[in-house]
């Protein structure tokens, strides 16, 4: 099975899940719900939700079990490329192709739309409880409410605006890298396992996966920066360097940060052996973040 | 027993809660738990969660097993607050005799804060699985999550912004009153109800409170917002009127809008009638709701 033979019916699902979510654009306030579907059925790789589901399936689960709690992945990886994108932060005008949710709705609804996908991300989880245990959804919402929080996402966000102003060092770009991506890959993989009522032995070894994986992730989407295609990755190329961010391309050259991410994704790989042949869109998957080309 | 008498304690025990449940300011990244704490822990009424621990007493249950729920739902109150103000919101400096937070730490800190403290309350609600059933959780979960998202707070506050540029009409008052604090009032009720194993029968008398208390509780903010005083307000008077909010003053006057909040609030309180002595610190809040002169 190639990736994409992998990856499309379950993309299919999840964009299913998501517009079936997302309040309709029929409904008041039509503007708030407009520019909630345009950032979250944007086109994407819909990675974290693909992650999810890979761990439920190498866990022996199916990716039904994990849906609500894959679309909220996504939902909450919308919400933050929302807020980022806002003139006080990144200030960004072009994101996956099309303008950013601010610039085509204006600041006020942009940052209201992040904030509700942000609370439907957390009534999908809620809704995970009709194919899982109250206990697994309980778990899943600490794990991604850590993840997504102070000492996760946003987290790294403010710390990835505070380096711009100084020269990158190691330990800054580690934090950034583990916590900005690095935690809600890593929340999504496992999230995948528990609702599935994966073992113990093997949430652990997800977890490695996930953790070696997002940095992988982060360092592959600071290459690309660099040389991608700006038609295809969507957004601006050159701007991280532009802005001084600290990242392994700043401290380590294209080259250097490419070896890295490739180590990070095979050294995710390795923590996979004894899941056996379950594991193998997990396989796939890392493979496919490293090598992108969007 | 007054209200005082009732309220202090418990009001003591969620400011601890919270400081507790607030990443340090020395811990990385310190602006943004600077800016969390600056907030979250202003001086406030604490309507919220008193109102979560009252239902939960009402239960015949105690203020520590609703706790981290109770510091959730300030934590999102706080994080309502730091986005509404944002200047391209409503653009307010002050907020609770303070400067507002985007002032105190720029903007991209107050999003970002926000951002972090809604995190905050989903963590926290995920940390009451220690004192209440996984299902109870879950529940709180669900309400919570929807109360604050676009059928709630979140599309409330989108439509008070809206409605600012029109005529106010009842029907748009209502959608305001019910939705932007609405709907999270009666999530704090309903929340303190479920957590302690509230009967379907109570439990169906704590929503019909909340969501009379919620209307009550809008009406009065609103006539507060035209006679209050601003020093023991902590925010501008007469902003309403200046930005033509809908509410129940523009509609019936001061005088009109006042009867209405007291009117809600006893009617909340006949829902009560049932629950006997246990219920007064409810009635008790209701009162207090429609009188406070902050």
């Known amino acids: 099975m190639t990736f994409e033979e992998y990856a499309s019916p379950r993309i299919a699902l999840v964009e299913q899940g998501l517009d079936r979510a997302l309040p309709p654009e029929t409904l008041r306030p039509e503007q708030l719900h407009r520019a909630m579907r345009y950032s979250a059925l944007a086109p994407g790789k819909r990675i974290r939700p693909l992650l999810c589901i890979a761990a439920a ?62 609370a439907l991300a957390f009534q999908l989880i809620a809704e995970n409880r009709a194919c899982a245990s109250d206990e697994a959804v309980g778990r899943v919402l600490a794990l991604v409410a850590e993840a997504s929080g102070t000492a996760g996402m946003v987290g790294g966000q ?67 920066n660099v040389i991608g295609d700006e038609a295809t990755i969507g957004k601006p190329v050159g701007s991280d360097a532009a802005r001084h961010k600290a990242t392994y391309v700043a401290l380590f050259g294209v080259e250097g940060a490419m070896e890295r991410s490739r180590a990070l994704a095979h050294e995710a790989i390795a923590k996979l052996a004894p899941l056996g042949p379950k594991a193998d869109p997990l396989r796939m998957l890392a493979e496919y973040v490293v090598e992108r080309t969007s």
Do not use: N, W
């Open 57 to 118: 399936e190498a866990c022996g689960g199916s990716a039904d079990r994990v849906l609500p709690t894959a679309c909220a992945l996504e939902c909450i990886h919308a919400f933050s490329l929302i807020h980022d994108d806002l003139p006080a932060l990144d200030d960004d005008t072009l994101r996956r192709g099309r303008p950013t949710c601010h610039v085509a709705f204006g600041e006020a609804t942009a940052i209201l739309a992040g904030d509700a996908l942000f």
């Open 158 to 224: 403010v710390v990835d605006l505070e380096a711009e102003k100084r020269e990158a060092d190691p330990e800054t770009v580690e934090y950034i890298y583990e916590r900005k991506t690095g935690a809600l890959i890593l929340a999504s993989v496992v999230s995948g396992g528990v609702l599935v009522g994966g073992d113990a032995d093997t949430l652990c070894r997800l977890a490695d996966y996930g953790s070696l994986l997002g940095r992988a992730f982060q360092a592959a989407d600071d290459v690309l």
